[in-house]
């Protein structure tokens, strides 16, 4: 059974594998959008949320988001940057959901992309989607030591 921190880092580590990503983060949503000292290439940002529990398991959702650059004096640079982050979230779903990886993510069933543009100081395109991690609970009551009176 994966802990939290293990699926952060193993998240980490694929995305930091792939020559197109300059750089990981590991942000909320608010912090990203501030950080002006970003390694541009392909950055990613997993942003977690809530864990909830359902059936037999424990879900560790994030929120990906993967960008890049791009000079409004050429538009058709907004749709590649789209494109390249479409194919390596796309990548990404099959990596989860490969079950060898130690992740579940054979029990991951929908997942939707959404192209976006940013027109702040940095002008940004790519790609935000929504995975939740399945981790297996543990059938065992004893897996917290308890206090003997």
């Known amino acids: ?15 930091n594998s792939i020559e197109q990503v300059t750089q ?13 000292e970003l390694n541009y290439g392909f950055v990613v940002n997993l942003e977690k949320s809530d ?5 037999k398991f424990m879900y560790y959702p ?35 959901k490969n079950v060898e990886n130690g992740i579940l993510g054979n029990l991951i069933s929908n997942v939707t992309y959404n192209y976006f543009t940013d027109s702040n100081d940095d002008r940004i395109a790519g790609v935000v989607f929504n995975v939740s991690i399945p981790v297996a609970l543990s ?8 206090k003997e009176d």
Not at 27 to 36: L, S
């Open 1 to 15: 059974m994966l802990t939290p921190n293990q699926i952060k880092n193993s998240l980490i580590n694929y995305f």
């Open 24 to 36: 990981v983060l590991h942000d909320d949503e608010f912090e990203f959008n501030a950080n002006r």
């Open 51 to 55: 864990p909830f529990e359902q059936t």
């Open 62 to 96: 994030y929120v990906i988001t993967i960008a890049d650059l791009y000079n409004q004096n050429y538009p058709e640079m907004k749709d590649d940057i789209q494109n390249d982050a479409l194919l390596i979230a796309k990548d990404f779903v099959r990596w989860v």
């Open 139 to 146: 059938g065992c009551i004893d897996s917290i030591p308890f």
